[in-house]
Nanobody, 116 residues
C-alpha cells in the first residue's frame, strides 16, 4: 500500500507559477511510474505528465514547454513545476503511483486555480 500526499496547490494569476509536490509513504523504488493527473469541473480526469523509473517523461500536449515533472527516489517525492499558467489549467491535481505489481494509487488531490 502506498499513500500519497500532495501539496503546493493554490491560487495564482494567469502567467504565474506553482510547484506541486507529492510525498510517498514508501520508497519510490517500489513504484514503476509516477504521474500527475488533473480533473476540472465537469470533465474527465486527464494525464498531465508522467515519469518512469528510468526518468523518462511524457507530457500532455497542452502543458509541453510549460510544466516539468521530476521524481526523487531518495526523498520519495514527485514534483511538478508549472510555469506560464493559464486559466484552463485550473483543476484538482492528483498524484498517481503505478507500482511494479500493477496496482495504482492516488493522492487526495490539490486544487490549482488560475485567475484570468
Amino acid at each position: 500500500q502506498v499513500q500519497l500526499a500532495e501539496s503546493g496547490g493554490g491560487l495564482v494569476q494567469d502567467g504565474g507559477s506553482l510547484r506541486l509536490s507529492c510525498a510517498a509513504s514508501l520508497s519510490t523504488f517500489s513504484i514503476r511510474d509516477m504521474g500527475w493527473y488533473r480533473q476540472a469541473p465537469g470533465q474527465q480526469r486527464e494525464l498531465v505528465a508522467r515519469i518512469n523509473f528510468a526518468g523518462h517523461t511524457n507530457y500532455a500536449d497542452s502543458v509541453k514547454g510549460r510544466f516539468t515533472i521530476s521524481r526523487d527516489n531518495v526523498k520519495n517525492t514527485l514534483d511538478l513545476q508549472m510555469s506560464r499558467l493559464k486559466f484552463e489549467d485550473t483543476a484538482v491535481y492528483y498524484c498517481n503511483a503505478h507500482a511494479w505489481g500493477g496496482r495504482d494509487f492516488w493522492g487526495q488531490g490539490t486544487q490549482v486555480t488560475v485567475s484570468s
